[in-house]
């Protein structure tokens, strides 16, 4: 399938400093990204939609100006968590949606990242 | 009420058993349903889309009762590999928003 990398895989960080996430589709063009967040024993939250080019969409109760986004190409996504507080510990995963190129249309997901602030 | 909701298990068979996991699902405007898969501190994998017609990939076979709103996954002859969460995923519009179920733990023994 097609597949989709993040990184870093894990970041350990203080509070009040920002951490970069990047998520990237390696063998395909992706005009749609998508930022989830999971905590322990819960699901998969969405957090915005990525569309390249353009503005991401935010889902309610995200914070745009805490969790930036910039989607400046089709294969690069970036989240930014800024001022990182603890309770901002989490597994964030990005998707990529594909529509075409050979795949089967489904979103495909990478491999999560895990932030720790301490 | 949460939109999609599922049993939290765990399951606990043995090899070789047959199971079913159920999910009810609020929005009666959701078009697309799915089951994923997620191992520990993984991310999510695309088990298989659910058609209302029902459908099978070998040992999994998923229906979808849309007058009911519930989904179901049957899983046959588990496989110690089949140990996983698995959730369920509704969307309104196809794969542009998907929206997940908390997920339900099977565990496969030998």
């Known amino acids: 399938g097609a597949v989709v990398s993040q990184h870093p895989s894990r970041v350990i960080c203080k509070s009040g400093t920002s951490v970069k996430i990047e998520c990237r589709s390696l063998?395909?063009?992706?005009?749609?990204m998508f930022w989830y967040r999971q905590f322990p024993k819960q699901s998969l939250m969405l957090m915005a939609t990525?569309?390249?080019?353009?503005?991401?969409?935010?889902e309610q109760g995200v914070e745009k100006d805490k969790f930036l986004i910039n989607h400046a190409s089709l294969t690069l996504s970036t989240l930014t968590v800024t001022s990182a507080h603890p309770e901002d510990s989490s597994f964030y995963i990005c998707?990529?949606?594909?529509?075409?190129?050979?795949?089967?249309?489904?979103?495909?997901f990478g491999p999560g990242t895990r932030l720790l602030v301490l | 009420r949460k939109e999609v909701e599922q049993d939290p298990g765990p399951f606990n068979v043995p090899e070789g058993a047959t199971v079913a996991f159920n999910c009810t699902y609020s929005?009666?405007?959701?078009?697309?349903f799915f089951w994923y898969r997620q191992d520990c501190r993984k991310e999510p994998k695309l088990l298989m889309s659910v058609y209302s017609s029902g459908n099978e990939d070998g040992r999994f076979t998923a229906q979808l009762n849309r007058a009911s709103q519930y989904i179901s996954l049957l899983i046959r002859d588990s496989k110690l590999s089949d140990s996983a969460t698995y959730l369920c995923?509704?969307?309104?519009?196809?794969?542009?928003?998907?929206?997940f179920g908390t997920g339900t733990r099977l565990l496969v023994s030998p």
């Open positions: 995923v509704v969307s309104r519009t196809g794969f542009q928003k998907l929206v």
């Open positions: 998707s990529a949606r594909v529509l075409a190129g050979g795949f089967e249309e489904t979103q495909y």
């Open positions: 063998d395909f063009q992706a005009t749609t």
């Open positions: 929005n009666s405007a959701s078009q697309s």
């Open positions: 990525s569309n390249e080019g353009s503005k991401a969409t935010y």
